[in-house]
Each structure stands twice: as C-alpha cells, then as structure tokens.
T-cell receptor, first 113, second 112 residues
C-alpha cells in the first residue's frame, strides 16, 4: 500500500499571500489530521476530517482552514500568511475516526518571507 | 487536560550504550500511548505503541511499558546504533479528542 503523500514538499511564500497544501491518505483511510511543527511550539494539532466533515479543531486562528473530498484527500489553506506560519505541516491518516494509529506523510515545508 | 512531558534533550550516546528517554503523561481515563521517531528531513514514523496499562510496546530493539500508576511510558533500548540518531516523540491519543498530543521531542545523537 502506498503511504501518505503530501504535495508540494517545499513552498516559499511572502507575507500576506495564501497557500494550499494537499494530502492524500493511505487507500481506505477515511480520517485525515493536520499538524504544524515548529522549533518553538513543537507539534500542534490543527484539525481532523472524517468523511468530509471537520470533527475536531485545534487552537489556531481562522486563517487556517481545511477540507476533505469524497475520495478522502484533504487540503489545508492558510490565508494572509505571517512569518510565524513558517513550519513543517504534517498530514496523518487513520482507518477510522476512532483508530488511534495514525500514519504520517513526509510533510510540506512552508517558508514565509 | 491532556499533555505529555518528555525528557529534554539533546542526548548524546556512544554506540552500544543503553538508552532511556523519559515520558510522563496527564490524561483522564485510558489513553493510548505512542513513541514516534523523526529522521532528518522526514515525517514521523510510528516506533511502538501501547493501548492499555501494563502493555509493553516493542520494535527494532526499542521498548516502552505503559505504567498507569506512575503515568509513564519511558523509551528504552539496550544497545543503540549510529542509525538510531533521530528525534523521538512521545504522544498520547485520547478517544473522543481524536488527535495526538505530543511531547516536545528528544534529539538523540549516537556517536561511533
């Protein structure tokens, strides 16, 4: 089975721009979660989608949003980028919403200049 | 609330040394506990897990035991290798919250 894939792997943007990141979960997995990793804050949960519905959301401003499609692929969007949004964004998938085993993709490294 | 406290790093060991990375957690009920490993430039890989008290997770020579009485899940390996150099994260999963809560990570460097 192919693993979790994330595109693009690297992105450079400037302040004020917006960005969309994509995640394709493992085939058959219906839950997709997003995490932000920074040196200062560590790994923080952004949101989780299951069957196209956002079921859980972390403590991030409304500039961070996401969605999930019928094929379980997910996108996250960050609008009005700030320097502090520079981070590694990780996507994880699991088979069901209650499954506690999450499989991570390689991440998208976002740099905001 | 749910949280994980992990031993601060970095940790530097010689090859074949014994490794312990401490992890304690705070959570109500019975969370599942995990150790993830992150190699440079990569995402997180699940190293091992335990889903109930007294369970021992093990993989690639690493072990951790779910101790409810001390709310701990310490990672151990008897003989580390240079290839074990990475950042290790302890995490808990609480059903209902449906997300992982991570510790701050411990960077391990193994020197030949």
């Amino acid at each position: 089975k192919a693993g979790v894939t994330q595109t693009p792997r690297y992105l450079i943007k400037t302040r004020g721009q917006q960005v969309t990141l994509s995640c394709s979960p493992i085939s058959g997995h219906r839950s997709v979660s997003w995490y932000q990793q920074t040196p200062g804050q560590g790994l923080q949960f952004l949101f989780e989608y299951f069957s196209e519905t956002q079921r859980n959301k972390g403590n991030f401003p409304g500039r961070f949003s996401g969605r999930q499609f019928s094929n379980s692929r997910s996108e996250m969007n960050v609008s009005t980028l700030e320097l502090g949004d520079s981070a590694l964004y990780l996507c994880a998938s699991s088979s069901t919403g209650q499954s506690n085993e999450q499989f991570f993709g390689p991440g998208t490294r976002l740099t905001v200049l | 609330g749910n949280s994980v406290t992990q031993m601060e790093g970095p940790v530097t060991l010689s090859e074949e040394a014994f490794l312990t990375i401490n992890c304690t957690y705070t959570a109500t009920g019975y969370p599942s506990l995990f150790w993830y490993v992150q190699y440079p430039g990569e995402g997180l890989q699940l190293l091992l897990k335990a889903t109930k008290a007294d369970d021992k997770g093990s993989n690639k020579g690493f072990e951790a035991t779910y101790r409810k009485e001390t709310t701990s899940f310490h990672l151990e390996k008897g003989s580390v290798q240079v290839s074990d150099s990475a950042v290790y994260f302890c995490a808990l999963f609480k059903t209902g919250a449906n997300n992982l809560f991570f510790g701050t990570g411990t960077r391990l460097t193994v020197i030949p």
